[in-house]
């Protein structure tokens, strides 16, 4: 696993805060880093108010974004010029153990997959943001697919996302 501290407080104070775009360019990053999955360049991107993915012809930014409007979808698709790309997301209320042990479980992950970049935020050691991106072999042909985990240990959410980019 790639990690990191951040130093740099919240600005995505609540998981109700978050959004989501298809469409935004680069915002600024407090770590990044660049892997090579599937034949594809990756950007992992941590930001202060989350993160970003550029995989291909996706730009995925979930973040605090104030010119935005609030929320997260639990499903959105789009057809990218030969690409297939699928996002979901769940956003989950946990009691103060079942959210360590997910916080817990979602480090383990980032620190066993090839592919990942983990920050930890000042503050507590479970306000964290992790990505992990993978191949994946598809039956239309080559593809990846990202987990993304952002928690608030404040008010025990953990919000968690899947995406999926395959060629067709």
């Known amino acids: ?6 130093q740099a407080p919240y600005l995505d104070t ?10 935004l360019t680069e915002r600024p990053a407090l770590a990044e880093r660049e892997v090579f999955v599937g034949g594809l360049a990756v950007r992992l991107r941590l930001l202060g ?7 291909g012809p ?12 609030r929320g997260l979808p ?20 946990l ?5 360590s042990a997910r916080v817990a479980d979602a480090l383990s992950r980032a620190d066993a997959a090839e592919h990942s970049l983990c920050g930890v935020f000042p503050g507590s050691p479970e306000a964290v943001t992790a990505v992990v991106v993978e191949a994946r072999e ?5 593809g990846l697919a990202w ?8 008010d025990g959410h953990i919000v968690s996302t899947h995406s999926r980019l395959e060629a067709r």
Do not use: I, K, N
């Not at 108010?49 to 995989?55: E, L, N």
């Not at 009691?95 to 959210?99: A, D, N, W, Y």
């Open 14 to 23: 609540a998981a109700d805060q978050l959004c989501f775009s298809l469409d």
């Open 49 to 55: 108010a989350s993160h970003q993915v550029f995989a």
């Open 95 to 99: 009691g103060p153990e079942e959210f």
């Open 58 to 69: 996706v730009r995925e930014t979930v973040a605090c974004l104030p010119e935005a409007v």
């Open 138 to 142: 598809e039956r239309s042909g080559a």
């Open 147 to 154: 987990r993304t985990w952002h928690s608030y240990p404040q």
């Open 74 to 93: 639990t499903t959105h698709t789009r057809r990218l010029a030969g690409w297939s790309y699928d996002f979901s997301a769940v956003t989950e209320r």
């Open 1 to 6: 696993m790639h990690a990191v501290s951040l």
